[in-house]
């Protein structure tokens, strides 16, 4: 019943839409919904049982212009949520396509191997884009082992030059060998033209031009550790803090280009958003103990500053919460102060004005201030409420996009350098000349690592030399450009600036998620086991898997785990298999070497079986060797799910150590035979 709902608002809204912005005239429109759902079924396979279907059309713009689209709905009826999404243009170009089934897989390793799936998305590449299909060049993607897909991209070439704006990703469901997702957002058409490569400056001319005009960003960054209450600030060299940057590859001088529909680009600035606010709501009992520390100010003072600095005065009567908080970084506690339709926070210590915001807004468009006076009244406010901090910075960007507010961003700057975690937001109202927010993120009582010996920008440069090129992008007015510019490189692309490698975003060495390749494997009894596994994201660590070796405590539920627990910390592994049961505390030996009888322990307690496992009584031996009474639970269950079935005289030998490759046949069987969890 909720998904018949569902659907009709669904479909509702799609009338609306289709009578409010038609896009076909009525005569022309039957034709072209025929010749859209004509072409679908030529690329996607929509089954029989796929019977309830809905349409409506739009326009979408895409960066080569407007195209008409055909949105395009298969649903399985009866109680069945089978879902199949078409976006298609009238010319019959597909854009989009996504499949859901609710079918469970109850298999852990995949089915079908990534070469198979690579092979599949090609097949369907082909169909899907019939003209442009030789212009394909499939790019590097991280696929994680968990996941139920395999994931392909790739970019669009021209003249062996790839397109910044143009890509097509498609994944492929790894028990089915089924294309399951399919998206693009442009076409290289043989009509587009393209800027040639004749009289262009040389990639070493680009690369200076490049430093001297664009540059690569020295700055500090933060991170902090909430498990080991930490914050660690630390210098880099940013790559790509401004993507939308390049040099024009035919006159060297510096170009914007549109980079709005890209999404191979991450933003690593998310992760230093999750970290700007540290804070928690305590309780009552917790605001009462905080309350008694000496040298807070009362919360009349904390209300009495708010409206000293601020436009709040008249929300004397309205405010509606007080309450104190910890700031986990700065050991500070802050005055919190709600009023109906504005926030305030005040340093418990200091009685400085940390941050405000008033929501209401008033507007009157005949009388807006200019973004100079706007500037004017920002300086005198901040030499005002924090004098000493906005010494320290410098203003970054003032942002104009929102019609009612300017809001303007200064950085800290620390050594010669911007810490980019540290800064003062100020909003103005463009109406009435208030401030409507006022926002500092500071650390006080710091230390800041030294820059003096850091290499330069142009070492740096040529470390990552490799990852810049030519690329046909977009200009800012969406013409086709010839740039030099990194290339499929993360926004915010951190590098360490003594040792020029690449940093994560908590300061540490960052580590590409590769897969082992095993040296020592080739033509062993289990070398397809490890491979099978290995591709699903089963592993031991380093380039020998060492197949002959006894195996390790700890090196078997690395294994065991590898697909979805990465600790790179002993004791955060442990601890996990402590909490799972899988382990006691007592047994906790890491570099011991395991037996049959150790292992099956393990399996069984992976499985969830060990409350039955110990009840000997209920087991008969299927072994041929005797097994003792505390051990016969475990290996009976071992055995019967095909999981260690002995040597070729069916015996257990309880005693004996597992090597590597056993462990690795143990962890096969237990996937793919193993009711597991």
């Known amino acids: 019943m909720k998904r018949n709902y569902f659907f009709t608002i669904l479909l509702f809204f799609c009338l609306i839409f289709n009578i409010q912005s038609p896009v076909f005239a009525d ?24 019977t309830d279907f809905s349409h409506s059309n739009k326009t979408q713009n895409t960066s080569l212009g407007e195209v008409n689209i055909f949105e395009l709905n298969w649903s399985e009826v009866q109680g069945k949520y089978g879902n199949i999404s078409v976006s298609i243009d009238d010319k019959g170009n597909l854009y989009n396509f996504y499949k859901f089934s609710n079918k469970n897989i109850s298999k852990t390793l995949a089915s079908i191997s990534k070469d198979s799936a690579r092979q599949a998305s090609k097949e369907f590449i082909e169909k899907a884009l019939i003209n442009d299909y030789n212009y394909l060049k499939e790019i590097d993607t991280y696929n994680s082992p968990s996941n139920n897909v395999y994931k392909f991209k790739y970019k669009y070439y021209f003249d062996d030059i790839p397109l910044e704006f143009s890509y097509v990703s498609i994944s492929v469901d790894k028990y089915t060998g089924e294309v399951i997702t399919f998206n693009t957002n442009n076409y290289n058409s043989q009509s587009t033209s393209y800027p040639n490569k004749d009289n262009i400056i040389s990639k070493t001319e680009a690369s200076k031009l490049y430093l001297n005009n664009i540059g690569l960003k020295l700055n500090y960054y933060s991170y902090y550790d909430y498990k080991n209450n930490k914050l660690n600030i630390f210098p880099a060299y940013c790559l790509n803090s401004n993507p939308n940057i390049a040099i024009e590859a035919h006159s060297g001088e510096k170009v914007s280009i549109n980079k709005k529909d890209n999404h191979l680009i991450n933003d690593y600035s998310r992760y230093a958003d999750e970290n700007l606010d540290f804070s928690k709501k305590l309780t009552k009992e917790e605001d009462d103990a905080i309350n008694n520390v000496s040298g807070l100010i009362s919360k009349d003072l904390a209300i009495k500053t708010v409206k000293k600095y601020s436009d709040l005065a008249a929300f004397d009567d309205k405010i509606s919460t007080v309450h104190i908080k910890k700031n986990l970084v700065s050991n500070a506690y802050i005055w919190t102060i709600n009023f109906e339709n504005a926030s305030a926070e005040i340093d418990a210590k200091s009685n400085k004005l940390l941050s405000f915001y008033n929501y209401s807004t008033k507007k009157d468009n005949s009388n807006t201030i200019s973004q100079e006076d706007a500037q004017n009244i920002v300086n005198k406010f901040l030499n005002k409420v924090s004098p000493n ?64 010996k850091v290499l330069s920008p142009n070492t740096i440069f ?59 494997i080739n033509g062993h009894w289990c070398e397809k086991i490890i491979e099978k596994l290995l591709e699903n994201g089963y592993y031991l660590k380093g380039d020998k898997f060492n197949p002959d070796d006894s195996i390790t405590q700890i090196n078997f539920l690395r294994y065991l785990y590898s697909q979805t627990y990465t600790y790179d910390d002993d004791d955060e592994f442990y601890n996990m298999l402590i909490e799972k049961g899988i382990i006691n505390e007592e047994e906790q030996l890491p570099n011991s070497l395991l037996t049959n009888k150790d292992i099956s322990k393990l399996v069984v307690k992976y499985l969830g079986y060990d409350k039955i496992a110990k009840n000997s009584y209920i087991f008969n031996n299927p072994f041929n060797d005797c097994i003792e009474d505390d051990i016969k639970g475990y290996a009976a269950i071992c055995y019967s799910l095909g999981i260690m079935t002995g040597d070729e005289n069916k015996n257990f030998n309880p005693n004996n150590n597992v090597t590597n490759a056993d462990a690795a046949k143990i962890i096969y069987n237990l996937l793919t035979k193993g009711n597991n969890k």
Request: hydrophobic share 30%; aromatic share 16%.
């Open 27 to 50: 005569e022309n429109y039957s034709k072209s919904l025929e010749h859209a759902i004509t072409r679908a079924k030529e690329i996607i396979n929509i089954p029989d049982t796929y």
């Open 462 to 520: 040529n470390g990552i030399n490799d990852k810049f090129g030519l690329e046909y992008a977009l200009s800012s007015d969406n013409n086709i450009t010839l740039i030099y510019n990194f290339m499929d490189l993360e926004k915010n692309y951190l590098i360490n600036p003594f040792n020029g490698i690449r940093l994560k975003f908590t300061g540490e060495e960052y580590k590409k998620n590769e897969l082992p390749k095993y040296s020592d």
């Open 389 to 452: 901090k906005f010494k320290e910075t410098k203003l970054e960007n003032i942002n104009t996009d929102n019609n009612d507010f300017f809001k303007f961003k200064f950085i800290r700057r620390v050594n010669g350098i911007s810490f980019i975690n540290n800064y003062i937001t100020v909003s103005i109202n463009k109406f009435n000349g208030k401030i409507s927010e006022y926002n500092t993120q500071w650390y006080d009582n710091v230390k800041f690592p030294d820059i003096n």
